[in-house]
């Protein structure tokens, strides 16, 4: 069976558990303690040499990144759909997948570690380049219901969780309505699994 190595807090691990509940994928979700620095230890490393999650496990097939696990869950079990394949297609979604690894890990995924986890980095400048972000999400949402498709692809799945993670560590999302929508009409689909909120303690 699948296995996914996961952290109930990180979203990068929530879009793969997102996509394989999607899927309807049977799989075994494994914690991984990374509060006690089980991401660090040999028996991890060999999986990701990087120490970070998502992992999957798929028999003899290990793959780490969460846009790479998305491509393989979509080309394995997505029947055409959550990836297209014509060369327009594919490339439209891998631009969103890069935007969802750089502009959108750098904003509103790193305003939520520096408020979960103390992460190294200025709250109130990665806020500012969230809103920017943000902004262009917004206008290009103006006149499609998705990111890369007339229907939901992987694009969406990796871009949306810390996007709906922000409201919590402070990014409103009040200036920005086509994105509360495109999030809305996301978590309509069934199957659709609920993005992580911060501890109490926050
Ligand atoms: N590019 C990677 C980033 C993964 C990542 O940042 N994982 C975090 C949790 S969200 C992690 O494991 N952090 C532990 C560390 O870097 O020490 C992906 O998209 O999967």
Do not use: C
């Not at 055409?80 to 502009?103: H, I, K, M, Y």
């Not at 560590?169 to 200036?175: K, S």
Request: proline share 6%.
């Amino acid at each position: 069976m699948i296995r996914l190595y996961d952290f109930h807090l990180s979203g990068n691990a929530h879009k793969i558990r997102n996509l394989l509940s999607l899927l309807g994928v049977e799989h075994e979700l494994v914690d991984v303690d990374l509060g006690g620095g089980e991401h660090r230890q040999p028996a991890f490393l060999e999986r990701n040499p990087f120490g970070q999650v998502p992992v999957l496990v798929d028999g003899e097939i290990v793959v780490r990144d969460s846009s790479a696990i998305l491509v393989y869950l979509a080309r394995k079990f997505g029947r055409g759909t959550w990836l297209p394949v014509d060369a327009e297609g594919e490339a439209r979604v891998q631009e969103w997948l890069a935007t969802a690894s750089t502009n959108v890990a750098e904003g509103p995924a790193r305003a939520w570690i520096i408020a979960l986890f103390d992460a190294p980095g200025d709250a109130d400048e990665v806020r500012d380049r969230a809103r920017d972000t943000l902004a262009i999400f917004d206008a290009h949402l103006a006149d499609r219901d998705f990111l890369a498709a007339d229907r939901p692809t992987i694009a969406d799945i990796a871009n949306h969780s810390y996007i709906a993670m922000a409201p919590a560590v402070g990014v409103t999302l009040e200036d920005f309505p086509n994105v509360r929508a495109w999030i809305e009409r996301l978590e309509k689909l069934p199957g659709f699994v609920a993005v992580p909120l911060p501890p109490e303690s926050i």
